[in-house]
Every structure is written in structure tokens, then in C-alpha cells.
């Protein structure tokens, strides 16, 4: 990435409004912000350099979600084994990332968005028996932590694994900013370790925590207004789309 005095308005313009638009989808669904700014700002930069972009944006906006519930202490409780699994498979995955190898790290960004987009417009909901959670809880969290450090996206397959939890909407909205929070600490202590974080970078992070809050106050309100069940269909056929895109982009 170029040094910030460096960098192009229009470039910073962009940037701003991708991170607007996912502050929307955020704010209408209660989640979606990292990985509706890595598939956009992965269509027109390297991955690592987009994943960097989101560090600071998806800390703010998630732990604003993780500390707005009544139940952190026993989520953390009940959670920590997948929580410290998220960790350990990031920092793994990292390396993946942050190796150069833009052409592996852009097909695997856009088929973990056509994964997570398919399997949410298609699949049931699923249950997960209780005897069977402090099994499954450290292979999905092992599981969500090297796709997290490979794509900087936290979603998969942690997202419709919590779903399945049963937990009440409440919960489920603090047990995913949990989960995305532990991804972004994770995802940065990754990148930092592979040399990839530059100083710069961290800076127009931080300036776009600026629209991905004004996008989730915008989609809060805009929620009142539509079905956010028809909102987040035409959202996930989007990030279908996207996904398929840098899929078939990467291949050619």
C-alpha cells in the first residue's frame, strides 16, 4: 500500500463508501461488515492489503455489538474452547495470506463468499444437540480461524454454527460479536506476525471506522422501513455474485 500522503482521493473515496455500504448491511442485519468490505475491496487489491483496511472498522462496530448484550460472561464461558480454537487456526491461516500469493488468496475469497452466500440462501436451519457441543466447538472454531487468517473473512463456519446453538436473538447477536472479535484480535496479531501490517494501512483503517458507523446508523434506521428478511436475500445473492466473480477472475 502506498504511504498515506500518497494515496489517491479518489481511492480514499471508495474505500469510505464501501465501508459505508457494509456499515448498512450491518446495521439492517447485525452483522456482514467484514465481508461486505473484503469482497468489494478485495475486487480491486490484494487481500492482505484489503484485510489490513478492515482491522480497526470490524473492532469497533463488533465489539460495540459484543458489549451491548447481557450475557458476555456466560457466552465467554461457554465458548472459550472455540474462542481459543479461532485464535490458534487464524494465526495459522495467516501465513496463507500474507505469503504473496495473490492469485490463491482471491479464489479462496471469492469461494468462501459463494460458500457462506449459498449456504444461507439454501440450507435449513440446523440444531446442534447439546452433547455434542464441546466437541464441535473447538473444530469449528479451529475450522473458522484458518479461513479467518486465509481470506479475512470471520463467517464460515462459525456464523450457521452459533445459529444452530439455539441460543435466544439477543445471545446469538453477542455470541457472533464475540466470535468476530476474538477473528479480528486474531487476524491482526496474524498479520502483524507475517509482516504484513504497515503503519499507513493501520491509519486509513482508522479512518474508515468514520463511514462503517454513519453506514450502521443508516441501516439501523433503514431498518424500520424494509423487511430485513428481503433486505438480507438480495444481500446474500450480491455477495453470490461478487464471490463468484473473484473466483472466476482468479482462474483466468
Given at each position: 500500500?502506498?504511504p498515506?500522503?500518497?494515496?489517491?482521493?479518489?481511492?480514499?473515496?471508495?474505500?469510505?463508501?464501501?465501508?459505508?455500504?457494509?456499515?448498512?448491511?450491518?446495521?439492517?442485519?447485525?452483522?456482514?461488515?467484514?465481508?461486505?468490505?473484503?469482497?468489494?475491496?478485495?475486487?480491486?487489491?490484494?487481500?492482505?492489503a484489503?484485510?489490513?483496511?478492515?482491522?480497526?472498522?470490524?473492532?469497533?462496530?463488533?465489539?460495540?455489538?459484543?458489549?451491548?448484550g447481557?450475557?458476555?460472561?456466560?457466552?465467554?464461558?461457554?465458548?472459550?474452547?472455540?474462542?481459543?480454537c479461532?485464535?490458534?487456526?487464524?494465526?495459522?491461516?495467516?501465513?496463507?495470506?500474507?505469503?504473496?500469493?495473490?492469485?490463491?488468496?482471491?479464489?479462496?475469497?471469492?469461494?468462501?463468499?459463494?460458500?457462506?452466500?449459498?449456504?444461507?440462501?439454501?440450507?435449513?436451519?440446523?440444531?446442534?444437540?447439546?452433547?455434542?457441543?464441546r466437541?464441535?466447538?473447538?473444530?469449528i472454531?479451529?475450522?473458522?480461524?484458518?479461513?479467518?487468517?486465509?481470506?479475512?473473512?470471520?463467517?464460515?463456519?462459525?456464523?450457521?454454527y452459533?445459529q444452530?446453538?439455539?441460543l435466544?436473538?439477543?445471545?446469538?447477536?453477542?455470541a457472533?460479536?464475540?466470535?468476530?472479535?476474538?477473528?479480528?484480535?486474531?487476524?491482526?496479531?496474524?498479520?502483524?506476525?507475517?509482516?504484513?501490517?504497515?503503519?499507513?494501512?493501520?491509519?486509513?483503517?482508522?479512518?474508515?471506522?468514520?463511514?462503517?458507523?454513519?453506514?450502521?446508523?443508516?441501516?439501523?434506521?433503514?431498518?424500520?422501513?424494509?423487511?430485513?428478511?428481503?433486505?438480507?436475500?438480495?444481500?446474500?445473492?450480491?455477495?453470490?455474485?461478487?464471490?463468484?466473480?473473484?473466483?472466476?477472475?482468479?482462474?483466468?
Amino acid at each position: 500500500m502506498l504511504p498515506l500522503a500518497e494515496v489517491p482521493l479518489d481511492f480514499v473515496a471508495v474505500v469510505a463508501l464501501i465501508f459505508f455500504m457494509a456499515g448498512i448491511v450491518k446495521g439492517v442485519t447485525g452483522m456482514g461488515l467484514p465481508t461486505v468490505s473484503m469482497g468489494l475491496l478485495g475486487a480491486f487489491m490484494p487481500a492482505v492489503a484489503a484485510t489490513s483496511l478492515l482491522l480497526v472498522p470490524s473492532f469497533v462496530t463488533n465489539i460495540w455489538q459484543l458489549l451491548a448484550g447481557p450475557s458476555l460472561l456466560h457466552l465467554v464461558k461457554r465458548l472459550w474452547p472455540m474462542m481459543l480454537c479461532i485464535v490458534a487456526g487464524t494465526m495459522a491461516g495467516a501465513s496463507l495470506l500474507t505469503d504473496g500469493n495473490q492469485q490463491w488468496t482471491t479464489a479462496a475469497l471469492g469461494l468462501t463468499l459463494v460458500v457462506y452466500a449459498g449456504f444461507s440462501l439454501l440450507a435449513r436451519q440446523l440444531s446442534v444437540p447439546a452433547r455434542l457441543e464441546r466437541f464441535l466447538s473447538p473444530a469449528i472454531g479451529l475450522a473458522t480461524g484458518i479461513v479467518t487468517g486465509a481470506t479475512g473473512i470471520f463467517v464460515i463456519p462459525a456464523v450457521p454454527y452459533l445459529q444452530a446453538l439455539g441460543l435466544s436473538k439477543d445471545d446469538l447477536v453477542q455470541a457472533l460479536g464475540l466470535s468476530f472479535t476474538v477473528s479480528t484480535i486474531a487476524l491482526a496479531l496474524g498479520l502483524a506476525r507475517g509482516g504484513a501490517l504497515q503503519a499507513d494501512g493501520l491509519v486509513l483503517s482508522v479512518l474508515a471506522v468514520v463511514p462503517a458507523l454513519l453506514g450502521m446508523w443508516a441501516g439501523q434506521r433503514l431498518r424500520d422501513r424494509i423487511s430485513p428478511a428481503t433486505f438480507r436475500r438480495w444481500f446474500l445473492i450480491c455477495l453470490l455474485l461478487l464471490g463468484l466473480e473473484l473466483a472466476l477472475r482468479s482462474a483466468w
